[in-house]
């Protein structure tokens, strides 16, 4: 792998696509992973596809007008672990993944079918967060509406998604979760 890393290295030659695949099904599978190990890595592979698909103009930050396929469902994915993770914060315990976290794996092969046990697995999540955070539901709704609108037809596809999820899911995650400046 290092013979091979070398020449991207040193002479900005594109990332094998296999490596490629390899460290995005790495981000995927989470487990074994805590989380700032996990961030860590998908900063990493977020990186690398991009350099790898430069010619698509990606920036590492939400790019609303977005509507590939692939980076909507990244983004859907996003919203649904910050409602879960702020629901269960809310009833005060935080010490588990969400459905989100650990259905990371099977959503970047089948989005689709696998969406619909998250947004299923949601409801109890969202009627917690329309009594106790209505803002932040009221918000959460219209995101989730206004991505799945963007979709259209293609929301139905369940075939396996690319890297590119994974920009969707950091850059939504990130918008969502702003980093707090230090003092």
């Not at 914060?89 to 959503?107: C, I, K, L, Q, W």
């Amino acid at each position: 792998t290092i013979k091979r890393l070398l020449p991207c290295i040193l002479s900005a030659q594109p990332i094998p696509d296999d490596i490629l695949n390899s460290i995005v099904r790495r981000v995927c599978n989470r487990v074994g992973l805590e989380f700032w190990e996990w961030s860590k890595c998908l900063g990493i592979a977020c990186a690398l596809y991009r350099g790898k698909h430069i010619n698509k103009n990606h920036i590492m930050k939400l790019e609303t007008e977005n509507t590939s396929r692939d980076y909507l469902y990244g983004r859907l994915l996003a919203i649904a672990q910050k409602i879960e993770s702020l629901a269960v914060n809310v009833a005060g315990d935080s010490s588990r993944d969400t459905n989100a976290e650990r259905y990371m794996n099977r959503f970047s092969n089948r989005p689709f079918s696998t969406w619909t046990s998250i947004e299923l697995s949601l409801r109890p999540y969202l009627s917690r967060l329309n009594s106790k955070r209505p803002a932040f539901y009221m918000k959460a709704m219209r995101l989730m509406s206004d991505i799945q609108s963007q979709m259209g037809k293609d929301f139905l596809d369940d075939k396996k998604l690319s890297g590119e999820f994974l920009l969707g899911y950091h850059c939504q995650w990130l918008e969502l979760n702003p980093l707090k400046e230090k003092a």
